[in-house]
């Protein structure tokens, strides 16, 4: 049985393990040789060098350009944002020229760029240092996007994401840096997975709120109802085949992710279910995601704002008829 | 990286020669209708393309602005290919997803242009971090103008360059005017070399009339960066003869103005020097004229390829 490994370790471990198979990864990013704030870099310059492991000043439009332009000469450079909030300031480089070079070159250019960025809401942080901005990324062509929920596929998808030729964003949620759980190395490289089976009703999530979907499973079984749960881990691409699978059985789905609901990622796989083939749902599917708002500091706000696997048990329940159905399946119903 | 032989005097003026008849070419299209899109030119601007380029091997890099047609052929891009790029014709370089303000030529080591401002600096700070990290002695260039010195990334990079000592020389184009209006409504700065001794850079100011003044800068420039002395700002005085974009009337300049940097013109400022140094006129004209014949059988060449393929909508959005 493969050891149990925290995720912020698993992290470390598919940066360890891509920089020692390929001597053009390098890592920069603020404070990555003292191990950043979490630990996610910690020990890597002691063991590749302080050439590989870069410390850069707070200058995020810069660092993104930079290994932009490193990447498309030849390097496979791992840019850490320290929170996701800050990729605001390197949207132009990202968006502009490290999604977009290889395109307008033709294809004379390739940049195999892997961003890391960690979000989410957790710690009280407020509004600066806790969202979930996927739906920026996923909506602009060039960009792979993944967003690993488990210690295996943070290790594994991490390898896959610097290995490839294209720029990825790497989310890593803050919630679950401390989870632990088995690394194989077997787990597949790409597409979405089931992580339970049930006869119900799909629910359709990925990084941390998969976990409020395994939570939400396990209350409703005890009450008879069967939910299957995909974690969908690429989000560009975006593989709906298992999802779409899952929901001509059952008929009746929920999209569950921690993101402010309104042009989130359940919007595009929603569209995407209700037009696939063979799809008869028996009650619209329904989303579930955070209210359109910021997230308040204070604890009694982030505890109203954060959905999780309650919204999920309600919006299950909305869709089998036993509770009146709510707004879309929004956290407090609110659009 | 394998030493270049030095341009002569000769081939810096069919350099600028070629650079002028493109850009009077691409000018005479577009009035035409014959090449579509958002057109910037570099007219007047030839001393400061050719003599950076001058400068460089073969091998370093430079990235370029929306304004870089001149900076592709100064370092020695196919002049059908890039005809064929700004002119949407499958056979350019990017096949036509790129156009005018997107042009790439690595082969000869211009990488890529941007039409974002400022956008471009970063970049060519990172591909100096791949000949660090390489071990290479390949130098880095960044074009920019003098709007792109009161941008966040543009004071972000000299930042970063010095303090990482990159083998990198930024290349200021200072013609006076951020699009439409004068630099000082921009700034109080007068001289953008100021900006680079904040960051302990060092900076020249340099005459972009004078293609061998600008030349011998950036030579100073790119020796100190392939020594290990990091980073070097030449900022290039010159001026575009052309509006911002084709079809700018450029109201907002004075005649007065025009008719100076006429005079001033780099590419018949060059010839004169090089007539008062004893090159016989013909040899002088002949230069001229071989450059117009190049370019317009590259212009006629691209022009009869077929336009971009609609197939390739999609392509290359992904290797």
Redesign the interface.
Known sequence: MAARIRYIEAVRQGLQSSMRSDPSVIVLGEDVRYGGPFGATKGLADEFGKGRILDTPISEATVMGMATGAAATGLRPIVEIMFVDFATLAMDQLVNHAAKLGFMTGGLLRVPLTVRVQGGVSGRFGAHHSQSLEAWFLHTPGLKVVAPAFPGDAARLLEVAIADDNPVVYMEHRGLYWTKGEVTGNEPASGSVVRRRGDHVTIVSYSRMVHHALAAADTLAADGIGCEVIDLRWLAPLDLEPAVASLRRTGRAVVAHEAVTTGGVGAEVVARLQAARGIRTRAPIARVGAPFAPVGAAPELEDAFVPGSGDIVGAVRGLLGEAPPRTDGQKGGRT | MTRTRPLTDLEILARMWLIRAFEEKVSELYAAGKVAGLIHLGIGQEGSAVGTCAALGRSD?V?GTHRSHAHAIAKGADLRRLMAEIAGRST???????GSM?I?A?EVGF??A???VA?N???????A??SV??NEDRV?VAFFGDGAGQS??FH??L??AA?WKLPVVLVCENNGYVEFSPLSAHTVVERLADYASVYSIPAVTVDGGDVLAVRDAVTEAVDRARGGGGPSFVEVLTHRLRGHYEGDPARYRTLSEREEWKRKDPVARFARHLAESGVPPESLDDVEAAARTRVAVAAEQALADPPADPA?VT?????
């Open positions: 890099y990235f350019g370089y990017c096949k036509g997803k790129g997107h790439s690595p990488v890529t941007t039409g974002v956008g600096i970063p970049l060519a700070l990172g591909a971090l791949t990290t390489r880095s966040g990334p972000e990079s930042n970063m303090l390739g392509g290359d959005v992904y290797v």
